[in-house]
């Protein structure tokens, strides 16, 4: 079992940053995956970025540029430092980890960005 919980959410105007954390425990070594997506009302749930056990990232087109995604392997962390914010991002940021067979999400976070 893992458990995943993210941090760092929040209120945020147009333009500015955030960094979201996502913190894992538990079954930490199974986990080969993490990574962040996000959810908007009415919208599926959306990829945003992945970072591998060996450290080799994934970054969304869409987002590329903005987002960077890393991890400290110490803290059983995985950031997501997004910039240059706008109102379409505002959504519900859910951390993810792949095992086998198993995924597992956060329980998300809130991001609203004002125009």
């Known amino acids: 079992q893992v458990q995943l919980v993210e941090s760092g959410g929040g209120l945020v105007q147009a333009g500015g940053s955030l960094r979201l954390s996502c913190a894992a425990s538990?079954?930490?070594?199974?986990?080969?995956?993490m990574g962040w997506y996000r959810q908007a009302p009415g919208e599926q749930r959306r990829f945003l970025a992945t970072?591998?056990?060996?450290?080799?990232?994934d970054v969304a087109d869409f987002v590329k540029g903005r987002f960077t995604i890393s991890r400290d392997t110490t803290k059983n962390t995985v950031y997501l430092q997004m910039s240059s914010l706008a109102p379409v991002d505002t959504a519900v940021y859910y951390c993810?980890?792949?095992?086998?067979?198993?995924?597992?999400w956060g329980q998300g976070t809130q991001v609203t960005v004002s125009s």
């Open positions: 993810y980890a792949r095992t086998w067979p198993t995924d597992y």
């Open positions: 538990g079954s930490i070594s199974s986990i080969n995956l």
């Open positions: 970072i591998s056990s060996d450290g080799k990232t």
